[in-house]
């Protein structure tokens, strides 16, 4: 895995401007939450096929065709998560909690006829939270003699001197931010790759020559500060200077909070009670604000540490259609086949970054704020994947109703672009190397042992959009300094939920369990063991109505 990131990390270096967020960032966007009414969570989301519920809209949009009547809805819902690390048997954990504002929407059913063969025609409009990012992590203990400073100094490879001494080092579209940081905080050194001396530059008299704290040459070996200056020479690695024998962790945090709006817009057509068609235009709002704060320590002969915080915000507005279409293939038969395509969510994201260094080398604060008079921002452009959603719906009479539903997308097809319109192949490709496709099922089934209520069940369960050995790879230009990620597995859903009908009222009531396990790692270094994440996530939500 460390040399596909030389490989890729070194081929970007000739890009034409820094990369910043990373695919884990455009994953957490792309991918949704099971949400919506109480109902439909209730039975899982498995109504492709079923139809007659507000959140269908969004999955398969023909099942806004089955409404044979006026319809509005609210729902609230109150949500806490639980975020666990074990670090070699170092345990923390963080909890939050947050009440929601989860939909809202409206039907309008449209009677053209009994004898035609386009009986209603329909218009919908729903508005819900697609996702969710509020979760807090916490981890801490030994790192097993891995260091964060090896990514730091990673980055600065194959910088010679004159890189550090050209200006403002933030501004420098050949320097990362990470390397930026460990160079102004004293935390990485230069030393050649070759110590062959014929190749030293030498003054007149033969003396060797350095790079000063200026950029400019000199014969001596040290500046001013002390610091030791870089001999003059065309190729340099770089190492932390500050790790000691033993680097632990001595606090990892980080704040994930925002989500992402989806407001859906829908017309669809009920055609002589046996086929029903649908077509929905989805807006997408995106606010993703995470900050993090990474403290290492190092113990033994020249240990020291730092404390590294970065404040990171990506938002932006997306478009998509969705096209669906339901049929019952027997006249007579209670059985529904759905099947719905998403088009690419098409996204106009900003980035904006910044980054606070304090180092044990150092008394001054490091801030990129006061460097580049404020955050750091760009636009770009994301396309997610194609969907694909396939459904079964079935019905006893009018107490039971039985759905099943699949649903594919790949997420290695995501596509990046530059906001002038140029590939953002370092993103392409590393979307390509660490994602692959998703599969989804759902199931649900919903009883009314009398009229007037109703019990659901559901349960979901989505394959991992990481491959085995996917990690959060940084260009060598890199604007990102948090450097944590996680490699999410399965996840599995249980759902269950209760409804009451009478006259045009309705309300109803669902519960949500999330569970799924991680691969968390605190950056990525070539043999470092993951730490164990797990995290739990329940929901209850309540959904008013009415029906006229």
Not at 341 to 358: C, D, G, Q, R
Request: hydrophobic share 35%; net charge negative.
């Amino acid at each position: 895995m460390k040399t596909k990131f030389f490989i890729i990390a070194c081929a970007l270096l000739t890009g034409a401007s820094a990369a910043a967020q990373t695919v884990y960032d455009a994953t957490a966007i792309a991918q949704k939450d099971l949400n919506g009414t109480a109902r439909f969570v209730g039975m899982g989301g498995a109504m492709g096929a079923l139809g007659g519920d507000i959140s269908v809209i969004g999955t398969n949009p023909a099942g806004i065709g089955i409404y044979r009547s006026n319809d509005v809805m609210t729902t609230f819902g109150y949500s806490l998560s639980n975020t666990e690390i074990d670090n070699r048997g170092t345990t923390l954990s963080a909890d939050k909690a947050r009440w929601n504002f989860d939909n809202i929407g409206a039907v309008i059913s449209t009677k053209i006829g009994n004898v035609t063969p386009l009986r209603y025609v329909n218009f919908g409009f729903n508005y819900h939270k697609a996702k969710s990012f509020y979760r807090t992590r916490r981890a801490a203990g030994d790192l097993g003699g891995h260091t964060q400073l090896d990514v730091i100094a990673t980055q600065a490879d194959g910088l010679t001197p004159d890189y550090w001494s050209n200006g403002n080092i933030f501004d420098n579209n050949d320097i990362g931010w990470l390397s930026a940081l460990g160079w102004e905080g004293y935390l990485i050194s230069p030393t050649l790759t070759d110590q062959v001396t014929d190749y030293r530059a030498q003054d007149e008299q033969g003396n060797p020559l350095y790079f000063g704290a200026d950029g400019e040459l000199t014969t001596s070996p040290t500046g001013a500060d002390g610091r030791p200056n870089a001999p003059a020479y065309d190729d340099y690695d770089f190492y932390g200077n500050i790790a000691g024998q033993h680097p632990y962790l001595r606090e990892f945090r980080s704040y994930e909070r925002g989500g992402v709006d989806q407001y859906d817009l829908n017309v669809s057509f009920n055609v002589n009670d046996r086929v029903y068609l649908g077509l929905t235009v989805g807006l997408y709002d995106v606010d993703y604000s995470k900050y993090s704060l990474y403290n290492e320590d190092s113990e033994g002969e020249g240990g020291g540490g730092y404390l590294l915080e970065s404040h990171n915000n990506i938002s932006g507005s997306g478009v998509d259609m969705k096209f669906g279409v339901i049929l019952r293939p027997f006249e007579y038969s209670p059985l529904r086949v759905g099947l719905a395509v998403h088009t690419p969510v098409f996204y106009n994201l900003t980035y904006s970054t910044s980054a606070i260094l304090t180092s044990d080398y150092t008394d001054q604060v490091i801030d990129t704020y006061n460097y580049v008079d404020g955050d750091m921002w760009y636009d770009f452009n994301l396309r997610t994947p194609w969907v694909i959603n396939a459904s079964l719906g079935y019905t006893v009479g009018s107490f039971l109703a039985l759905g099943a539903e699949y649903e594919y997308a790949d997420y290695s097809n995501m596509d990046f672009t530059y906001a002038e319109g140029g590939a953002m192949d370092f993103l392409n490709d590393e979307a390509g190397y660490c994602l692959q496709g998703v599969h989804t099922l759902r199931l649900g089934a919903e009883l009314k042992p009398v009229p007037a209520f109703s019990l659901r069940a559901g349960y979901n369960f989505t394959t991992s959009a990481y491959k085995g050995d996917a990690f959060k790879a940084l260009a060598l230009n890199s604007l990102t300094t948090d450097t944590d990620f996680a490699n999410l597995k399965s996840a599995h859903t249980v759902t269950l939920g209760l409804g009451y009908h009478t006259g045009s009222f309705y309300a109803d009531l669902a519960y949500k369990l999330d569970t799924y396990k991680s691969d968390f790692y605190p950056f990525m270094s070539e043999g470092i063991q993951p730490m164990k994440e797990t995290d739990l996530r329940s929901k209850v939500l309540l959904t008013l109505g009415y029906r006229f």
